[in-house]
Nanobody, 114 residues
Framework: QVQLVESGGGLVQPGGSLRLSCAASGIFLRINTMGWYRQAPGEQRELVARISNSGSTIYADSVRGRFTISRDNAKNTVALQMNSLKPEETAVYYC????????WGQGTQVTVSS
């Protein structure tokens, strides 16, 4: 059974940083494309960043240069380092396995507010 568990969310002031982590069981992240998504209240879920099994990355235009996705194969985790956070980035952030296995995590709340 595949399970993805996100952690690291919380309350941060505008301009601050957070590091999200996604821990996997039942799946080897090193052979899977992995993505981070977010969904703000009343909005559609959107892709934030993605890392392929070869290590190539893509980012949403709105986060490029501020967010970094990375993978730790030894720990079987995927992280999202978020810097210079903005209030409009308040959302639930989700980890997703995107092939060859597909699975969503349960999400972690990120609130950017003073």
């Amino acid at each position: 059974q595949v399970q993805l568990v996100e952690s690291g969310g919380g309350l941060v002031q505008p301009g601050g940083s957070l590091r999200l982590s996604c821990a996997a069981s039942g799946i080897f992240l090193r052979i899977n494309t992995m993505g981070w998504y977010r969904q703000a209240p009343g909005e559609q879920r959107e892709l934030v960043a993605r890392i392929s099994n070869s290590g190539s990355t893509i980012y949403a235009d709105s986060v490029r240069g501020r967010f970094t996705i990375s993978r730790d194969n030894a720990k079987n985790t995927v992280a999202l380092q978020m810097n210079s956070l903005k209030p409009e980035e308040t959302a639930v952030y989700y980890c997703r396995a995107e092939g060859p296995r597909y699975e969503w995590g349960q999400g972690t709340q990120v609130t950017v507010s003073s």
